[in-house]
C-alpha cells in the first residue's frame, strides 16, 4: 500500500504538471494575441504608410498640374499682350494715315456719306455741322445743298474743329451731337475688326 509519503508527492507531481500546462497554454495564448497585435500593428503601419505615400503623390501630381496649368495659362496671357501690343502698333500705324484719305480723288463723295450717315444717326431736320477745314471746304461745294434737299433739313457749317478728320454733327441746342471723324470711326471699329487684322498679320485668311 502507498504511504502517505506518496501520496503527497504524487499529488504535487499532479499540482506541479498541471500548472507547467497552465503556463505554457497561457504563454502560447499570449503569444498570439502578442502576434495578432504585431499583425494589426503592422497592417495599421502599412495602410497610413500607403495612405501617406498615396496623398503625396496626389499632391505631387496636383502640384505639377497646377505648375502646368500656370505656365500654360502664362504663356497664353503673353501671347495674348503681344497681339494686342501688335494690333495696337497696327491701329495707331492706320490713324496715323487718315490724313491721306482726304488726298483722294472722292473725298468729296466719302464727306457727303460721312455728313449723311451722322444726319440720319441723329434723326433731325436741323443742325449744325463742324469739320476740319478740308471736310468742311468739300461739303461746300455741293453736298450740304443736296443733303438739305434730300433730307428737307436745314443744316448750317459752323466754326471748323482743329483736331479729327470729317464730321461733327449738333443739334437741339447741343443736347444731340454724333461725331463722325475717321478717328471715331475707326475706334468703333477696332473691336470688331482685331481679329481679322490679327489673321491677315498671320497670313491666315480673315
Do not use: C, W
Not at 18 to 38: H, S, W
Not at 91 to 117: M, S, T
Request: glycine residues 4%; hydrophobic residues 40%; without cysteine.
Amino acid at each position: 500500500m502507498k504511504t502517505e509519503v506518496e501520496d503527497i508527492q504524487m499529488l504535487e507531481r499532479a499540482i506541479l504538471s498541471e500548472a507547467r500546462d497552465q503556463a505554457e497554454q497561457i504563454r502560447a495564448e499570449a503569444k498570439e494575441k502578442v502576434d495578432a497585435i504585431r499583425k494589426r500593428a503592422q497592417e495599421r503601419a502599412e495602410a497610413e504608410r500607403k495612405a501617406i505615400l498615396d496623398k503625396a503623390q496626389q499632391d505631387a501630381d496636383r502640384l505639377r498640374g497646377q505648375s502646368a496649368a500656370t505656365a500654360q495659362l502664362k504663356a497664353r496671357s503673353t501671347q495674348l499682350a503681344h497681339r494686342e501690343q501688335l494690333l495696337d502698333r497696327v491701329f495707331k500705324a492706320v490713324k496715323e494715315k487718315l490724313p491721306e484719305v482726304q488726298k483722294r480723288p472722292d473725298y468729296d463723295q466719302i464727306a457727303a456719306l460721312l455728313l449723311r450717315e451722322a444726319l440720319v444717326q441723329l434723326r433731325v431736320n436741323k443742325a449744325e455741322i463742324r469739320a476740319d477745314k478740308t471736310t468742311q471746304t468739300s461739303l461746300e461745294k455741293s453736298a450740304l445743298n443736296e443733303i438739305s434737299k434730300e433730307l428737307n433739313g436745314q443744316f448750317t457749317i459752323g466754326e471748323p474743329v482743329e483736331e479729327g478728320i470729317g464730321i461733327f454733327v449738333n443739334a437741339a441746342d447741343g443736347k444731340l451731337n454724333y461725331d463722325n471723324t475717321l478717328e471715331t470711326r475707326l475706334d468703333r471699329l477696332q473691336s470688331t475688326l482685331r481679329a481679322s487684322v490679327h489673321k491677315i498679320l498671320m497670313g491666315e485668311q480673315p
